[in-house]
């Protein structure tokens, strides 16, 4: 059983920055791309950024997004936050278990960003 368990979301004033964490863990045999995406109310979960260094536009030049492969973690570093950055944030990993198998999707929780005054 493979879980993504994020942390480091909350409310954060406009201008402010935000480090989300995301840990892999579980029956890995191997991680081949992370990633996060969000879903604001009443939108679509939209892809924010993967471990291909595939941002969305949105948030070129704000965010940056690294892994620590040793830890099976991956980061979210969000910074000149702007109120329509408010969303649920989750963790995506596209993730084998076992030698020779094709790997499986995988999502976290999720976790809150609220960026307001």
């Known amino acids: 059983q493979v879980q993504l368990v994020e942390s480091g979301g909350g409310l954060v004033q406009p201008g402010g920055s935000l480090r989300l964490s995301c840990a892999a863990s579980?029956?890995?045999?191997?991680?081949?791309?992370m990633g996060w995406y969000r879903q604001a109310p009443g939108k679509q979960r939209e892809l924010v950024a993967t471990?291909?260094?595939t941002y969305a536009d949105s948030v070129k030049g704000r965010f940056t997004i690294s892994r620590d492969n040793a830890k099976n973690t991956v980061y979210l570093q969000m910074n000149s936050l702007k109120p329509e950055d408010t969303a649920v944030y989750y963790c995506?990993?596209?993730?084998?278990?076992?030698?020779?198998?094709?790997?499986?999707?995988?999502w976290g929780q999720g976790t809150q960003v609220t960026v307001s005054s």
């Open positions: 995506n990993a596209l993730i084998s278990v076992v030698a020779g198998q094709l790997p499986n999707n995988y």
């Open positions: 579980g029956s890995i045999f191997n991680i081949y791309v």
């Open positions: 471990t291909s260094l």
